[in-house]
Every structure is written in structure tokens, then in C-alpha cells.
């Protein structure tokens, strides 16, 4: 008789794992800041690692928790909750990405600026694009859609002069200037390509 690898018999017994809880919805995402996605008739919602829904599913889309704050969609507009449910700011964004770094870039009549987790806008909406923060810094776009880079207070660190700008991380971020691709430090040194 042929052996069946461990991984095979184990198979079963790890599937018998799931949550009874997690049936009830179409789609479970993993568990983040305490709190997983659920799906049920295509609306969003958040439950606890318990199946207990903090945010009873009633919102068209939504992303996952980052450090305690989702952005959920209500029509066609965004807004941010807590981990309780409580909103932190009204349906007014076209556009809501995760909090990092304390602040989550949002856009409202197609400019882009940041707010805090009070839902306070602290950082202007005035760049033509903008993402998230990583090592004090985001990559933002002015009027003419030339890439830079912010600090926290909204002040440019590096001029916008690149076609395209990523995220940095360890202390280097991968920029497009003129169809070529190359790495930066923070002070604009290229690195490396």
C-alpha cells in the first residue's frame, strides 16, 4: 500500500479548523488590528476573531484595518471608521486609501491631501495624486503631475520632477523620470537603477 504524505492526511483535519461562523458570509478576510473583512449579498462589514460583527455588513466596499481605522464606501463616496463602528468623518471622498503613519490620503473633486485619525484634514487638499506615507515621507503629484515628496507637515522634501514615484523603504523608493526607472535615497541621491 502507497503512504500518503503527511500533508494530505493532515488536510482534513486542518479544514475542520474553520470557524463555524465564517459560513454564513460569502467571503472572510483575514484577521487585521483584531478585525476581518466579512462579504454577505455584496455588502462589506467587520467582525472580531470571534464572529461577532462590530460593523454589521451595510457598506458597498471597504479596506482592510491599519492601525485601528477603515475606510468603507457608502454609494459612491468614502468615509473612515474606527474599530468600533463609530465614523470619523462623513461620505465626502472619491478616493480613501489606509492610515499610515497617522495620516490616510483622501481626495474630494480630484485633489488629494491627508487627514488624521480625528478625521481632521491636516494636510491640504491641493496635489493632483498622492499615496501613502512610509518613513515620514509621501509620494505626491502636483497640479502639472510631476511626482515628489512630502513630509508629514505637507512641506515638499523632494521637488516634484519625476514621472512616477513609489513608496520608501529602506530608505530608498523606485522612481520613473524620462521612461527610466531608478532608485533614490531620501535626499534624491540616485542609487541605483
Known amino acids: 500500500m502507497k503512504k500518503l504524505p503527511l500533508l494530505i492526511l493532515m488536510f482534513p483535519v486542518l479544514a475542520s479548523y474553520s470557524q463555524n461562523w ?14 476581518s ?3 454577505k449579498d455584496g455588502k462589506v462589514g467587520y467582525v472580531n476573531n470571534k464572529g461577532i ?3 454589521k455588513p451595510q457598506y458597498d466596499d471597504g479596506l482592510t484595518f491599519n492601525e485601528g481605522y477603515t475606510a468603507v ?3 459612491t463616496k ?14 465626502v471622498y472619491e478616493e480613501a486609501l489606509n492610515f499610515s503613519n497617522g495620516l490616510a490620503a ?14 481632521e484634514v491636516v494636510i491640504p487638499l491641493e496635489f493632483s495624486n498622492a499615496h501613502p ?9 502636483n497640479a502639472k503631475s510631476q511626482w515628489g515628496y512630502i513630509d508629514t507637515k505637507g512641506n515638499w522634501v523632494i521637488t516634484p520632477m519625476y514621472d512616477y514615484t513609489d513608496s520608501f ?7 520613473m523620470k524620462d521612461g527610466k526607472v531608478f532608485y533614490i535615497d531620501k535626499k534624491n541621491n540616485k542609487l541605483h537603477e
Open 53 to 55: 460583527e462590530i460593523i
Open 73 to 75: 464606501e457608502k454609494g
Open 22 to 35: 465564517e459560513k454564513k458570509y460569502d467571503y472572510v478576510d483575514n484577521c487585521v488590528c483584531g478585525l
Open 133 to 141: 506615507f512610509s518613513e515620514g515621507l509621501a509620494p505626491a503629484a
Open 169 to 175: 523603504t529602506k530608505g530608498e523608493a523606485r522612481v
Open 106 to 119: 483622501v481626495a474630494r473633486d480630484n485633489h488629494y491631501g491627508f487627514i488624521n485619525t480625528a478625521g
Open 78 to 91: 468614502w468615509l473612515y471608521l474606527d474599530s468600533t463602528g463609530k465614523a470619523i468623518t462623513e461620505a
Open 37 to 39: 473583512q466579512v462579504k
